[in-house]
């Protein structure tokens, strides 16, 4: 059986305003604008992690800055994103200093010191590198050692911070 | 005489509704725009300083004067644990010739018991030695990087009762001669 309206509705043309109850949504909003403004960092990317590889993790608070990128990932090495010398070629090396990152990172270097005579902008000998979880120390320790010959001695390993 | 006040008025009280499209409009604009520059993990760096023009064969830095009584702490990493050694003494585990804090019986580095013998070396060393900052870490070829710089957190600082104490920030790698 059909249901009857009520006499009154049956003519009630006009329902009235429907009205969208917008406060819920406005409840949600305000905790996720109050979630984004805290997890906001007016820093912004100072180093954009490189998609080759996966950074190690650290409890360390310190902060990056902006310095010549070297990434050390499972295949290359790379300098500014451009591919230097493979990882297993350095690993067979039988010194410290690689080659070919040297005659690298001179050329930064050097560029970086005219920068420095013609608009005086500090060369303050700063590269951070990116290094893979999973490389091995002596690798890790022949990039360095011919960052430090090649008038980059100030070295910044770049980790995932965690804890804080 | 004042008139009373109608009951009807009173009680039919209009919902008010504030316009809540502009801030509708606002939060839309907002979340798109923070959501885009959120920094959704958290990069830090190490520092490691050498000093400019260091020999072919050591990483590590100049050689140190005698003037005054070093330390000269170093953690070597090896693939059964670590050893911990001074001007001193190469610290002796309860094993014979084993590593000064071997791993855990599953194979990985016990990391809170290197951080808690450093605490101890600290101690101990602070006000007799002139380099209580101070500390070597080497490895063995092979060592995993993630390894090492885990070894760096814990010689860093340690938390004792909630406290902060800061052991050895000031970190070498040193390395063989190959």
Partial sequence: MAFI???????DTNPGKVKLNLTSMMDMFTIILVFL??????EGMLIQPSEYLTLPKSNIEQSPEVALDLVISKEWIMVNHEPVIKTAEVEQLNSFIIPSLQEKLNVYAREAKRMEELY???????????????IAYKLLVKVMATCGKS?????????????? | MAFRPSFRRTTAGEDIEPNLTPVMNLMVVLIP????????????????????????????GAAPKETEKKLDLA???TDRGFYLSSSQAILKSSENNGPTIPNLADGSYDYDALANKLLEIKQSATGRYSDTERIVIQAEPDINYQVLVSTMDSSRKIVVDGREVILFPDVSLAAGVI
């Fill in chain 2, 75 to 77: 953690v070597t990493i």
């Fill in chain 2, 33 to 60: 725009l923070l959501l885009s520059s959120a920094q959704w993990i958290k990069i830090g760096v190490i520092e490691l300083n050498l000093p400019p023009a260091v020999g072919t064969k050591t990483v590590v």
């Fill in chain 1, 151 to 164: 008038s980059y001695p100030n070295m910044r390993l770049v980790v995932y911070r965690i804890g804080d």
């Fill in chain 1, 37 to 42: 403004l805290k997890t906001y960092s007016t």
């Fill in chain 1, 120 to 134: 005086g902008t500090k060369f303050s000998g700063k590269v951070t590198i990116q290094g893979d979880r999973s």
């Fill in chain 1, 5 to 11: 309206p009520s006499r009154i509705k049956k003519h």
